[in-house]
T-cell receptor
Framework: DSGVTQTPKHLITATGQRVTLRCSPR?????VYWYQQSLDQGLQFLIQ???????AKGNILERFSAQQFPDLHSELNLSSLELGDSALYFC????????????FGPGTRLLVL | EDQVTQSPEALRLQEGESSSLNCSYT??????LFWYRQDPGKGPEFLFT???AGEEKEKERLKATLTKKESFLHITAPKPEDSATYLC??????????FGAGTTVTVRA
């Protein structure tokens, strides 16, 4: 158990819908990262937040948005869902920045039908 | 654009048969290179961070090395529990992370 929690574990929804994925980092960790992992594209870095502020942005679509709240939990919002958005979404946290060890959560498996 | 290429895609080893995985990269200013291990259906598990050419790090049967163009993950005398997908990632100066496709290692008893 890494100490990072993600909810829900599984999510099935329809095209065009909007979903919210939630991540709680390890106690004391200030950085939160979001990743997408699909069979055809591997693991893709989406976005990083550090203490509530956006730190780095990767291949995150405009239909996706994220935020980190004052209690340091983070949410990833996915809207206008398409079939291709079906993937595993991972959250990771670290204590300072990217040079610190990243601990990954168990992931949320999203299936868009 | 930053690129990370891992080879081979798959590696089948006999228990005790040492081998190496390769990670070649091009990046606009390297802040760090990372190795992860991932088991099926689970989140990646952090293994190592390497910051500069010539650096080496070890953990149990694993040893990671870094040059200016590539990194190697050496597996010494592997055991079946070392079977997993090993991922390499690089972080550029703009903090963006790029992952390789991974090497799937299978160790047979």
């Amino acid at each position: 158990d890494s100490g990072v929690t993600q909810t829900p574990k599984h999510l099935i929804t329809a095209t065009g819908q909007r979903v919210t994925l939630r991540c709680s980092p390890r106690s004391g960790d200030l950085s939160v990262y979001w990743y997408q992992q699909s069979l055809d594209q591997g693991l893709q870095f989406l976005i990083q937040y550090y203490n509530g502020e956006e730190r780095a942005k990767g291949n995150i679509l405009e239909r996706f948005s994220a935020q980190q709240f004052p209690d340091l939990h983070s949410e990833l919002n996915l809207s206008s869902l398409e079939l291709g958005d079906s993937a595993l979404y991972f959250c990771a946290s670290s204590s300072q920045g990217i040079r610190e060890t990243q601990y990954f959560g168990p992931g949320t498996r999203l299936l868009v039908l | 654009e930053d690129q990370v290429t891992q080879s081979p895609e798959a590696l089948r080893l006999q228990e005790g048969e040492s081998s190496s995985l390769n990670c070649s990269y091009t990046v606009s200013g390297l802040r760090g290179l990372f190795w992860y291990r991932q088991d099926p259906g689970k989140g990646p598990e952090f293994l190592f961070t390497l910051y500069s050419a010539g650096e080496e790090k070890e953990k149990e049967r694993l040893k990671a090395t870094l040059t200016k163009k590539e990194s190697f993950l050496h597996i010494t005398a592997p055991k079946p529990e070392d079977s997993a997908t090993y991922l390499c990632a690089v972080q550029a100066n703009d903090y963006k992370l790029s992952f390789g496709a991974g090497t799937t290692v299978t160790v047979r008893a």
